[in-house]
């Protein structure tokens, strides 16, 4: 079985733009979760996704927001970059019965 | 929320040594993981341990729910076990939310 993927492994924007980074759960799996990590404040909970339904969210601005797909694919979007932005953020996949957490490997994304 | 505490924050082992990685938590939990996250920022899935012990390999677990702590085992390091573990943790009523410890940075010296 393929693993999470993630799109794009690297980006670099300035400030005020937005990004759209891309997630895709290992097959089967219906829930995806988005989590920010940075040297300063660790690995923090994002939101999750559940057949297309946000069931969760973190302690996070309103500039980030989520969205997930028919085929639980999700996107995350960040509007107006922050220089504190700048961070790796991490997608993890489970599936509906369980609550073991599969990681992709990330998209590290810069803010200049 | 769950607080998340690991111990030691830095290990430095040479390679042969034993090492035990310690997870404490502040409240119950229905699920535990253990990552180590290689350097290029991907988290490996070690153990699912929300409670008892398991081993696979050169690694152990052992998660003692009612007295809220998780230990890892690592026997025999290798230079290749060198990077951050993480413990999370979530809870059934906090849907896909796993909360993770500042991690343990362990490096093995040839």
């Known amino acids: 079985k393929a693993g999470v993927t993630q799109t794009p492994r690297y980006l670099i924007k300035t400030r005020g733009q937005q990004v759209t980074l891309s997630c895709s759960p290992?097959?089967?799996?219906?829930?995806?979760?988005?989590?920010?990590?940075?040297?300063?404040?660790?690995?923090?909970f994002l939101?999750?996704?559940?057949?297309?339904?946000?069931?969760?969210?973190?302690?996070f601005p309103g500039r980030f927001s989520g969205r997930q797909f028919s085929n639980s694919r999700s996107e995350m979007n960040v509007?107006?970059?922050?220089l504190g932005d700048s961070a790796l953020y991490l997608c993890a996949s489970s599936s509906t019965t369980g609550n073991e957490q599969f990681f992709g490997p990330g998209t590290r994304l810069t803010v200049l | 929320g769950i607080q998340v505490e690991q111990s030691p924050p830095d290990l430095i082992l040479q390679?042969?040594?034993?090492?035990?990685?310690?997870?404490n938590f502040s409240d119950s939990?229905?699920?535990?993981?253990?990552?180590?996250q290689n350097p290029w920022g991907q988290l490996i899935n070690l153990f699912y341990i929300p409670s008892g012990t398991k081993q696979?390999?050169?690694?152990?677990?052992?998660?003692?729910?009612?007295?809220?702590?998780?230990?890892?085992y690592i026997s025999s390091s290798q230079t290749t076990d060198s990077g951050v573990y993480f413990?999370?943790?979530?809870?059934?009523?906090?849907?896909?939310?796993?909360?993770?410890?500042d991690g343990t940075t362990l490096t093995v010296k040839p």
């Open chain 1, 26 to 44: 290992i097959s089967g799996h219906r829930s995806v979760s988005w989590y920010q990590q940075t040297p300063g404040q660790g690995l923090q």
């Open chain 2, 56 to 72: 696979n390999g050169r690694l152990s677990a052992t998660t003692v729910a009612t007295e809220r702590y998780s230990l890892l």
């Open chain 2, 29 to 36: 939990v229905n699920n535990l993981q253990w990552f180590h």
């Open chain 1, 47 to 59: 939101f999750e996704y559940f057949s297309e339904t946000q069931r969760n969210k973190g302690n």
């Open chain 2, 15 to 23: 390679e042969g040594a034993n090492s035990t990685l310690r997870c």
């Open chain 2, 87 to 101: 413990c999370a943790v979530g809870s059934n009523t906090n849907a896909g939310k796993s909360t993770f410890g």
């Open chain 1, 79 to 82: 509007s107006t970059l922050e």
